[in-house]
């Protein structure tokens, strides 16, 4: 294979282009609660203020990205283009799931994992150091 020329086309890449654009709409005002105590509502509305504050914040800074061009692997874009029916299609076989009861392949029938439904449960294991003397203030 040759290496590319400076003066032609860059190598072929798996990468694709991706531009950003970033949008917001805020509530302007707080619902309020029906059975509210003022002391609550007035918690209740700092704390509505200084969220809106900082989402409105992070808006300013993320729309700085806005028009930028950015170069990102292929199979980091493919999993967001694909359709609803895609991202909702069930296996086919119970095989594809690993073996009985979902276990990973490779694990023998009746071997459960630990936290795992269906199979043997081991007991917890237990650590016990005995006591030791610590001596006392005066060395005793």
């Known amino acids: 294979a040759k290496p590319a020329s400076p003066d032609g086309p860059p190598p ?27 002391e609550d509502a007035k918690t209740k509305d700092d704390a509505f203020t200084s969220r809106l504050k900082a989402l409105q914040q992070q808006l300013e ?6 028009g930028r061009t950015f ?35 490779g694990f023998p029938p009746g071997m459960g994992m630990p936290g795992m439904p269906g199979g043997p449960r081991r007991a917890p294991v237990e650590a016990v150091t005995p006591p030791i003397a610590v001596p006392g203030p005066d060395g005793q």
């Not at 292929?74 to 799931?97: F, I, M, T, Y």
Request: hydrophobic letters at 35%; glycine letters at 6%.
């Open 61 to 66: 800074i993320e729309q700085k990205l806005k």
């Open 71 to 105: 170069e990102v692997s292929k199979s980091s874009v493919e999993a967001l283009l694909k359709d609803k029916a895609g991202l909702l299609k069930k296996p086919d076989a119970p095989a594809a799931q690993g073996g009985p009861q979902g276990m990973p392949q």
């Open 12 to 38: 072929a890449t798996d990468n694709v282009f991706v531009t950003v654009e970033v949008s917001a709409e805020f509530a302007k005002e707080r619902k309020k609660e029906a059975d509210e105590k003022p």
